[in-house]
């Protein structure tokens, strides 16, 4: 019975971003497309979120003050419970750098910023089990 109640919850998507404009716009995409949308502005309680709610998906930005998404994927990724919850990087840039310390940290997609969803979906529905369509 557990097995049939999981299967017809809505996959969760937790998004970290100290941009509430990135938060809202990104969320009311997913939720478009029938996911629950968890949301932070602050990457510390990020861990927490992540912790308790065990969202499908993670997408958080780079660049956030106090805490960068680096260090965060890193966190969540050295936590048995959150470690293997699929992340995905969101930034305003496009260095090789930051994109390659991302993914060698564990992300496994990168969006960049303005956000493309016809770019972006395809990217996120396969790492959700959603189809991209």
């Known amino acids: 019975m557990r097995d049939f109640y999981m299967e017809n919850q809505p996959k969760s998507v937790l998004i970290v971003d100290d941009d509430p404009f990135i938060l809202d716009l990104l ?15 602050d990457p510390e309680t990020a861990y927490g979120l992540a912790e308790s709610e065990k969202p499908d998906l993670i997408i958080s930005d780079i ?7 680096f260090t965060l ?14 992340l995905v990087l969101l930034t305003g840039s496009d260095k090789m750098a930051d994109v390659e310390e991302g993914f060698a ?3 496994q997609a990168y969006l960049l910023k303005p ?11 396969p790492l959700i089990g959603t189809a991209a369509a």
């Open 63 to 69: 660049a956030m003050p106090a805490l960068d998404g």
């Open 115 to 125: 956000i493309d969803w016809d770019t972006a979906w395809p990217k996120i529905a």
């Open 73 to 86: 994927l890193k966190g969540l990724r050295g936590n048995r419970v959150t470690r293997d919850i699929p």
């Open 27 to 41: 969320g009311r995409q997913l939720k478009a497309k029938g996911l629950k949308v968890l949301s932070t502005t």
């Open 105 to 107: 940290s564990g992300a």
